[in-house]
T-cell receptor, first 110, second 113 residues
Framework: SQQGEEDPQALSIQEGENATMNCSYK?????LQWYRQNSGRGLVHLIL?????REKHSGRLRVTLDTSKKSSSLLITASRAADTASYFC??????????FGTGTRLTIIP | DSGVTQTPKHLITATGQRVTLRCSPR?????VYWYQQSLDQGLQFLIQ???????AKGNILERFSAQQFPDLHSELNLSSLELGDSALYFC????????????FGPGTRLTVT
């Protein structure tokens, strides 16, 4: 079963706009990671935030983590057509398993 | 290119058959993970190996087994295949345990007819 639930399931925005995706998880975590998957391809690691961190930036990506609410968000600023993909959060618990969320399918409209 | 290779890319086989999927991790990575991705179940963690030893087990069926060899490549064996086993199977590797990000291979698309 999925540990994480992502919201929204699908999102379409105009190129240049910001995209925000949310993730909720169920148990305590060691870290939370975000991955991108282009259709039918392997996942690509985007960013990792540790449980003692609240916010992290990487280029146009901004990730926040609220362990009290067991939630995280991924913000992609100034979106581009190449950002069209599915985005997954993955929670790493103490048992070393990485449990993926259901994913958000992001479409950037040129 | 993540540096993780998987073969074959596509596999079509009949119910009841057995197949072997192969994965070569990134150079230097000791951990190998296997995942199954299907439309109805999403991305499911199957099993992890670290330096040849089984480290963690997820939703892996008894019909499935895996191993990691001394050269660190890994194989996932799927037997008595059912239609519902049709999915994308991904291998990922990481340099260590727990806190490290994973690097995914391109996947093997298995179709059971």
């Amino acid at each position: 079963s999925q540990q994480g639930e992502e919201d929204p399931q699908a999102l379409s925005i105009q190129e240049g706009e910001n995209a925000t995706m949310n993730c909720s998880y169920k148990t305590s975590i060691n870290n939370l990671q975000w991955y991108r998957q282009n259709s039918g391809r392997g996942l690509v690691h985007l960013i990792l935030i540790r449980s003692n961190e609240r916010e992290k930036h990487s280029g146009r990506l901004r990730v926040t983590l609220d362990t009290s609410k067991k939630s995280s968000s991924l913000l992609i600023t100034a979106s581009r057509a190449a950002d069209t993909a599915s985005y997954f959060c993955a929670a790493r618990g103490g048992n070393e398993k990485l449990t993926f969320g259901t994913g958000t399918r992001l479409t950037i409209i040129p | 290119d993540s540096g993780v290779t998987q073969t074959p890319k596509h596999l079509i086989t009949a119910t009841g058959q057995r197949v072997t999927l192969r994965c070569s991790p990134r150079s230097g990575d000791l951990s190998v993970y296997w995942y199954q991705q299907s439309l109805d179940q999403g991305l499911q963690f199957l099993i992890q190996y670290y330096n040849g030893e089984e480290r963690a087990k997820g939703n892996i069926l008894e019909r499935f087994s895996a191993q990691q060899f001394p050269d660190l490549h890994s194989e996932l064996n799927l037997s008595s295949l059912e239609l519902g086993d049709s999915a994308l199977y991904f291998c990922a590797s990481s340099s260590g345990l727990a806190k490290y990000e994973q690097y995914f291979g391109p996947g093997t698309r298995l179709t059971v007819t």
